[in-house]
């Protein structure tokens, strides 16, 4: 998503017959999408009336979710790119032993890449979270709605990006690397969706308040 290419572009090309963008760049782009949203409730809080008291941190959110949904956007690019090098080392010959240690050792590498990919873009949606929980306490009263989606959206880029992870794991062979990666990504998603259901339950007692 970082070239000129429109949104209908982009849907028209996750909706063809080729492999590029898939799953992995769309986990990128909805995890963008998140953390434009988290921006727009802070551009309805700073310098508003009621909000004085916070208007710092609030600043510095707004910051940081701006950040985020630019480089998510570059990392759904970048998932397009580690794929088709992926794609290229199963493509490559195997018709002598030479060749086949040349494959299985562009296929370990590739697979690397397609894997740190999805995982920066989980640990970058996780990471906003947060923001979504002190934005309900901080932020402008009528976006709740807004940090609501944007909680669902974090959540679901982290998950959608963690299954690009662990398909690509089997490629890394067996190590180290593979159990500590199975296991960041589990807790990952174990935070991401307890954090978006605290969020979610957090938005439904404001929408429906004990009377």
């Known amino acids: 998503m970082t070239d ?20 992995g760049s769309v986990s990128a782009v909805v995890g963008s999408l998140s953390a434009a949203l988290g921006a727009m409730s802070c551009q309805f809080t700073l310098n508003r009336k009621g909000y004085e008291d916070n208007q710092v941190e609030v600043g510095e959110i ?34 002598s032993e030479e060749e086949k240690t040349r494959r299985r050792a562009a296929i370990q590498e590739a697979a690397l890449g397609a894997m740190e990919v999805p ?7 996780a990471s906003f979270l947060p ?8 932020g402008n009263k009528n976006l709740i709605t807004d940090v609501g989606v944007m909680a669902i959206l974090a959540a679901a880029a982290c998950q959608g990006a ?22 960041e990504a589990m807790q990952l998603e174990e935070t991401a ?16 308040p004990v009377s």
């Open 119 to 125: 995982l920066d873009v989980a640990r970058r949606s």
């Open 162 to 183: 963690l299954l690009n992870v662990l398909v690509n794991l089997p490629s890394l062979g067996d190590g180290e690397r593979k159990v500590q990666v199975r296991k």
């Open 4 to 23: 000129k290419r429109t949104l209908q572009t982009y849907v028209d090309d996750v909706a063809s017959d080729q492999p590029t963008p898939g799953g």
């Open 62 to 95: 707004l910051s940081a979710a701006k950040a985020q949904t630019k480089r998510l956007l570059l990392l759904a690019r970048e998932d397009e790119e580690a794929y088709g090098a992926f794609h290229h080392a199963f493509s490559l010959p195997r018709s």
């Open 193 to 208: 969706v307890d954090l978006r259901d605290r969020v979610l339950r957090k938005v439904h007692e404001s929408l429906s």
């Open 131 to 138: 923001w979504a929980l002190r934005l309900l306490e901080i």
